[in-house]
């Protein structure tokens, strides 16, 4: 690679799931076929990459600071595989930044590894479509890392909007954008609130749980995801109708099925939150992402103001957001 540039700065969202999410797992759309609708959100993870000009070494800010002589020594591993997958082995700088804590459910590591490509592609003058660097980061996180998950995480960070997904069973990926006019973007957006439930949890915990599980009960498992597939696919023509209290109540009977696949998507506090949010006028919701904790996705038609005000109250804080419409790009 030849460096062109002093430094870029790259920028991609987190996401949302909003119907069949979990049907992108290789377990479960290499048999089935898996459909789910996804959206971008106003939450970013923002990189800047640097070529360092007076030394050799890897300087890395996240959390934490390395600076390292040898690439081995990285102990962020999807930096260094990032790094060890574009070549580069020394003389470099990544500072990342985030206002979200990490293990919330809204596809960090993808995130992370879809805004990193950019920034470092982008500085090399290495033309590539955001198609294809949701299909890069794929293939860094989950064959080369060999971190347990799905699809949809990178392809909506790349691309932004709201999309729906068709996964077939050679895992080849189909997204197609979701065009809403701007009133059901608004309502679509007033309708749903994002409640942390102050619990982290690791995806890829529960989703070897499932893995494990499909081994000794496949049959039950893959009920539970047609089940989330066919709510899913209901999903699409809710959104596009702006039927929202329909869209709510598909999401409580997602919640429902979801947590019959695996003792570890629930518990009894996230049970008894869920109840509560209920009871304050939410029609219903589920857990974003693989489960276990991170952020309440809530669906509320009506007397949102009242809502807002009860779950503050209760102490819990909730995260306003827009729907991202950029994907991942270049801040510089």
Same mark, same amino acid.
């Given at each position: 690679m030849v460096e062109k540039k002093k430094y870029v700065i790259a920028s991609a969202p987190y996401r949302i799931s909003l119907g069949g999410g979990g049907t992108d797992l290789p377990f479960y759309a290499s048999k089935n076929n898996g459909h789910l609708i996804t959206a971008a959100i106003d939450e970013n993870i923002t990189i800047m990459v640097a070529h360092r000009k007076l030394d050799n070494k890897i300087f890395l800010q996240y959390s934490e600071v390395e600076v390292v002589e040898n690439m081995?020594?990285?102990?962020?591993?999807?930096?260094?595989? *990032?790094?060890?997958?574009?070549?580069? &082995?020394?003389?470099?700088?990544?500072?990342?930044?985030?206002?979200?804590?990490?293990?919330?459910?809204?596809?960090?590591?993808?995130? +992370? !590894?879809?805004?990193?490509? /950019?920034?470092?592609?982008?500085?090399?003058?290495? /033309?590539?479509?955001?198609?294809?660097?949701?299909?890069?980061? =794929?293939?860094?996180?989950?064959?080369?890392? $060999?971190?347990?998950?799905?699809?949809?995480?990178?392809?909506?960070?790349?691309? $932004?909007?709201?999309?729906?997904?068709? %996964?077939?069973?050679? +895992?080849? *990926?189909?997204?197609?954008?979701?065009?809403? &006019?701007?009133?059901? !973007?608004?309502?679509?957006?007033?309708? +749903? =609130? +994002?409640?942390?439930?102050?619990?982290?949890?690791?995806?890829?915990?529960? %989703?070897?749980?499932? *893995?494990?599980?499909? /081994? =000794?009960?496949?049959?039950? %498992?893959?009920?539970?995801?047609?089940? %989330?597939?066919? !709510?899913? !696919?209901?999903?699409l023509g809710q959104i596009k109708e702006g039927k929202i209290s329909e869209l709510g109540l598909g999401m409580d009977e997602h919640w429902k099925v979801k947590k019959s696949i695996s003792d570890t998507i629930s518990s009894s506090y996230l049970d008894s939150m869920y109840s509560k949010l209920k009871s304050f006028g939410a029609l219903g919701g589920k857990i974003v992402g693989a489960g276990g904790g991170g952020f309440f996705l809530m669906v509320v038609d009506k007397d949102h103001d009242q809502f807002r005000k009860k779950v503050v109250h209760e102490g819990h804080k909730i995260l306003d957001f827009k729907i991202d419409f950029k994907g991942v790009n270049l801040l510089t």
């Amino acid at each position: 690679m030849v460096e062109k540039k002093k430094y870029v700065i790259a920028s991609a969202p987190y996401r949302i799931s909003l119907g069949g999410g979990g049907t992108d797992l290789p377990f479960y759309a290499s048999k089935n076929n898996g459909h789910l609708i996804t959206a971008a959100i106003d939450e970013n993870i923002t990189i800047m990459v640097a070529h360092r000009k007076l030394d050799n070494k890897i300087f890395l800010q996240y959390s934490e600071v390395e600076v390292v002589e040898n690439m081995k020594d990285v102990s962020h591993q999807i930096l260094r595989e *990032v790094l060890k997958y574009y070549k580069i &082995n020394d003389s470099f700088q990544i500072a990342t930044f985030s206002t979200m804590p990490t293990f919330t459910g809204l596809g960090a590591s993808s995130t +992370l !590894i879809v805004a990193l490509i /950019k920034a470092i592609t982008s500085l090399f003058n290495i /033309k590539m479509s955001n198609l294809k660097i949701a299909e890069e980061a =794929f293939h860094i996180e989950r064959e080369i890392l $060999g971190l347990d998950g799905g699809c949809q995480d990178q392809y909506i960070s790349s691309l $932004g909007g709201i999309q729906s997904m068709s %996964i077939k069973k050679d +895992l080849s *990926v189909k997204c197609s954008e979701i065009k809403l &006019n701007h009133k059901l !973007i608004s309502k679509l957006e007033n309708c +749903l =609130f +994002l409640i942390h439930s102050t619990v982290d949890r690791r995806s890829e915990d529960i %989703i070897n749980n499932q *893995v494990e599980r499909v /081994k =000794f009960d496949q049959s039950q %498992i893959f009920r539970a995801y047609d089940k %989330i597939k066919e !709510i899913g !696919i209901k999903a699409l023509g809710q959104i596009k109708e702006g039927k929202i209290s329909e869209l709510g109540l598909g999401m409580d009977e997602h919640w429902k099925v979801k947590k019959s696949i695996s003792d570890t998507i629930s518990s009894s506090y996230l049970d008894s939150m869920y109840s509560k949010l209920k009871s304050f006028g939410a029609l219903g919701g589920k857990i974003v992402g693989a489960g276990g904790g991170g952020f309440f996705l809530m669906v509320v038609d009506k007397d949102h103001d009242q809502f807002r005000k009860k779950v503050v109250h209760e102490g819990h804080k909730i995260l306003d957001f827009k729907i991202d419409f950029k994907g991942v790009n270049l801040l510089t």
